[in-house]
């Protein structure tokens, strides 16, 4: 059974800082999505990884995808309480289809 | 430029009634996913589809549970006999193809009283 462990579980940090949320696993995916959830709605999907060692950025949003593919990050720059939300990674295996998802991180950003 | 629709949002039903959620994939998608988020976990996935095709239902239970993508309409899960453990946010997703992004609509807030 392939497993996403994300951490941390819960972030609270003051507005301007920086963090970083990270997405771990034993298993090798084919490609891993960082999607954002606000209360009540479904995950919007932020961005796709697919190359080992692959980053992207969007705006102070940085997103890298381990060498391995077993491991991702999402770094936030200068963090704005419009960042505020839960943050999930999923992963999906070829030919599977099927999407597998972290727990996610809860991410809270004070003015 | 209608997304993922999912109706109802939030449907109640009595232990033992059946609940219908539905499911309007992007236009130009023809696969479907559905997947389950559970209070305080991670989202779950249940079944896969394509146009009057299962794919892959390795995540639904074996009782109870059925879901269908038709040629025409919209995709239906169903919940048989519902009890109080099936109380959950159930999402629908759609790709326009293999291995390409899904992209997800707002739910169905499923409640069991």
């Known amino acids: 059974t392939q497993l996403l462990e994300q951490s941390p579980q819960f972030l609270s940090i003051q507005e301007g800082e920086n963090l970083t949320v990270y997405c771990n696993s034993s298993?090798?995916?084919?490609?891993l999505q960082w999607y954002r959830q606000e209360p009540g709605e479904g995950p919007v999907l932020l961005v796709t990884?697919?190359?080992?060692?692959e980053v992207k950025k969007l705006k102070r949003l940085t997103f890298q995808f381990g060498d391995a593919r077993k491991d991702s990050s999402l770094h936030i720059t200068a963090a704005q309480p419009g960042d505020t939300g839960l943050y999930l990674c999923a992963g999906d295996s070829q030919g599977a289809q099927k999407l597998v998802f972290g727990q996610g991180t809860r991410l809270t950003i004070n003015p | 430029n209608a997304g993922v629709m999912q109706n109802p949002r939030h449907l109640v039903r009595r232990r033992g009634q059946e609940a219908r959620l539905r499911c309007s994939p992007m236009?130009?998608?023809?696969?479907v996913y559905w997947y389950r988020q559970l209070p305080e976990e991670g989202l779950k996935f249940m079944v896969y589809l394509q146009k009057e095709n299962i794919i892959d239902e390795s995540g639904m239970p074996k009782e109870r549970f059925s879901a269908e993508f038709p040629k025409e309409g919209p995709s239906i899960l169903r919940i048989q006999q519902v009890v109080r453990g099936d109380s959950a946010a159930y999402f629908c997703a759609s790709s326009w193809d293999l291995n390409q992004p899904q992209h997800f609509g707002d739910g169905t807030r499923l409640s069991i009283l």
């Open positions: 990884v697919v190359t080992g060692g």
């Open positions: 236009k130009g998608h023809s696969h």
């Open positions: 298993s090798v995916f084919s490609s």
